[in-house]
């Protein structure tokens, strides 16, 4: 058996505001209600992250970026791995391929200009590479990403592929490691625990639970964030019942759950994670 603080957990970041959720259909007010904060709640996570000694991944969205480049630069000097999170969050099954290709193209330049380096990771939104969008990995690969972390491997609102290898692999599509947010079997069902609504609804001692069953096995958790998600005074707008869970629900846990985390576990970008696990990863 290996011991649980040996194991390095990857902790990944999707740097975007509250109102980009694909699950919600906000008004042009509603959505700049809810913008502008997406630097305080970064810099609020950057803080617990430094406190605690530990590093991460930053997914990055194009359209963020181009809006507070200073955020990624700040990010950058900091030492964080960037990645890119889409150019404006576009499911990527909505898309064609050309379209696809196109936007992130033009938002991975965009990243590594002022990143000042090399973007190797991607990450889609709402988990929407999917079994009809595996064209996607192929795309990626000719990009020069390294690796994919869109898979989810069970059932989930608006993604998923229920069926998908739930540890880091190499994809049979192209040359791309994919690195799927962490799942937990129960019998025959898989339960997504390792962020977002997940990580807000689960109490921490399951999350903990889920974590040190896999770090016993040697399988490091792949941990995924939403900086807003730990932003208790986010404006309140009528937005039905499922919306307010969507956005609302269990927002006071999250900073919590997290400082225990990090103070529980220890935690590295992608990069490194993949590196020590004789995955390549560069440069
Ligand atoms: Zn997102």
Not at 28 to 44: C, D, K, N, Y
Not at 65 to 82: H, I, N, Q, S, T
Not at 138 to 147: E, K, N, S, V
Not at 156 to 181: D, K, Q, T
Request: charged share 25%.
């Amino acid at each position: 058996m290996v011991r649980v603080k040996e194991v390095k957990n990857i902790l990944t970041v999707d740097v975007e505001e509250s109102f980009h959720r694909n699950d919600l259909h906000l008004s042009r007010q509603q959505r700049e209600l809810m913008g502008g904060r997406v630097i305080e709640q970064t810099e609020r996570l950057v803080a617990l992250l430094k406190a605690a000694g530990q590093r991460g991944t930053f997914f990055v969205l194009g359209e963020v970026a181009e809006k507070y480049p200073a955020l990624v630069r700040m990010l950058g000097e900091d030492g964080f791995e960037l990645g890119l999170h889409s150019y404006c969050h576009r499911l990527v099954y909505e898309q064609g391929e050309e379209e696809f290709r196109r936007e992130t193209q033009a938002a991975k330049t965009m990243l590594e200009e002022m990143g000042g380096r090399e973007v190797v990771g991607f990450r889609a939104p709402s988990w929407s590479i999917t079994q009809k969008s595996l064209w996607a990995l192929r795309i990626l690969a000719d990009m020069g990403f390294q690796y994919d972390s869109s898979i989810l491997p069970a059932r989930a609102y608006l993604g998923g592929i229920p069926w998908s290898n739930p540890l880091i692999h190499r994809r049979a599509e192209a040359e791309i490691i994919e690195v799927p947010p962490s799942i937990i079997k129960i019998g025959r069902f898989r339960l997504p625990f390792s962020g977002g609504l997940y990580l807000r609804t689960l109490p921490y001692g399951f999350i903990r639970y889920c974590i040190t069953r896999l770090n016993k096995k040697g399988v490091p958790a792949v941990i995924y964030l939403h900086p807003w998600e730990l932003d208790t005074d986010l404006p309140r707008i009528g937005v039905g019942w499922k919306g307010r869970y969507a956005l609302y629900h269990n927002l006071d846990t999250v900073q919590p759950k997290v400082e225990q985390l990090l103070k529980e576990f220890s935690f590295a970008p992608v990069c490194e994670a993949l590196g020590d696990a004789n995955f390549l990863c560069g440069p």
